[in-house]
């Protein structure tokens, strides 16, 4: 499904003109000069309404594995200029974020937050620029500033679901696609300052590029990503990739006891991703998906 249509980007301005008049061959007669057609203006629309200060990208057409052509292309991850809080209190963007940091992360099953280590980038890629989605959200008491998220059209994140509550009257929670999200729809905000976390109203939509590409997987499979509750992984559902990357887990787990994984990592995708997809990437993600970008 997709999200609701808003406002219009404008296209580019396109003059008409004329071309030269036909010199026609002697001895023959002269003929009316067939004349140029102006090139049509092309428009491209965003969902939602527009951030003030910034001008979003306007929406290219879709490729076949479901990203977006153009731009640099699309991936599955978050910009450079994302952030998260490490357990000192110090709020970190991606591209200075280190395995073995540990960052505030969201339990979706308890709603509970708790600090956990990165043990891996899934893709790491500090250039070029991707196509990404702003998403606008604003809490329901109206008591607090609204907040952004920039996120990969594939990558997971938690949402209420919709007509649906648990037995207890709670708010029940669904993973999705970011693709996925429409206006209204409800993702949980969990503060920096303060850990408490709440439900934020999706008001907005709309297409951004932005430098890099940064996947960070951490043991409990979940992240905070300017305080919105996150998925570590994209393309799959949060259960079958968590449950995909249990042999990477315990084998950080168990090289933890001899040496650190306070390092930095390297560019580009992870081995361990690649060979999940090469095995079984054509039962569970569409073509060109990679688990984890």
């Known amino acids: 499904p997709g999200s609701d249509s808003g406002s219009s980007a404008p296209g580019s301005d396109s003059s008409s003109f004329s071309g030269p008049p036909h010199i026609p061959p002697s001895n023959?007669?002269?003929?009316?000069?067939?004349?140029?057609?102006?090139?049509?203006?092309?428009?491209?629309?965003?969902?939602?309404?527009?951030?003030?200060?910034?001008?979003?990208?306007?929406?290219?057409s879709p490729s076949p594995g479901g990203g977006v052509s153009g731009g640099g292309g699309s991936t599955k991850c978050?910009?450079?200029?994302?952030?998260?809080?490490?357990?000192?209190?110090?709020?970190r963007r991606m591209s200075e974020l280190h395995v073995g940091d540990e960052v505030l992360t969201y339990d979706p099953v308890t709603g509970s937050t708790e600090f956990s280590a990165v043990?891996?980038?899934?893709?790491?890629?500090?250039?070029?620029?991707?196509?990404y989605?702003?998403?606008?959200?604003?809490?329901?008491?109206?008591?607090?500033a609204p907040i952004q998220l920039e996120i990969s059209h594939r990558h997971r994140v938690f949402k209420?679901?919709?007509?649906?509550?648990?037995?207890d009257g709670s708010a029940t929670l669904v993973d999705v696609d970011a693709r996925e999200l429409q206006l209204n729809d409800r993702l949980v905000q969990c503060a920096f300052t303060s850990s408490e976390c709440r439900h934020?109203?999706?008001?907005?939509?709309?297409?951004?590029s932005a430098l890099g590409a940064y996947a960070p997987v951490?043991?409990?499979g979940t992240l905070l990503v300017d305080e919105v509750a996150t998925s570590s992984y994209a393309a799959a559902t949060h259960s079958q990739a968590h449950h995909a990357f249990a042999p990477l887990r315990m084998a950080h787990q168990l090289s933890a006891l001899w040496w650190s994984d306070d390092e930095t990592p390297q560019d580009g995708v992870h081995w361990y991703a690649s060979m999940l997809y090469r095995l079984f990437g054509e039962y569970y993600y569409d073509e060109g998906d990679l688990l984890h970008i």
Do not use: C, H, K
């Open 28 to 60: 023959t007669p002269p003929s009316t000069p067939t004349p140029v057609p102006s090139p049509s203006p092309s428009t491209s629309t965003t969902s939602g309404g527009n951030t003030p200060g910034s001008s979003p990208s306007p929406i290219p």
């Open 78 to 91: 978050f910009p450079a200029t994302a952030s998260v809080l490490l357990a000192s209190g110090e709020r």
């Open 119 to 131: 043990y891996a980038f899934l893709d790491r890629r500090p250039s070029p620029t991707f196509r």
């Open 133 to 144: 989605l702003r998403i606008g959200l604003s809490p329901q008491d109206g008591a607090s």
């Open 160 to 167: 209420q679901r919709r007509q649906q509550q648990a037995a």
């Open 200 to 208: 934020y109203t999706v008001v907005s939509i709309d297409e951004v």
């Open 218 to 220: 951490t043991f409990t």
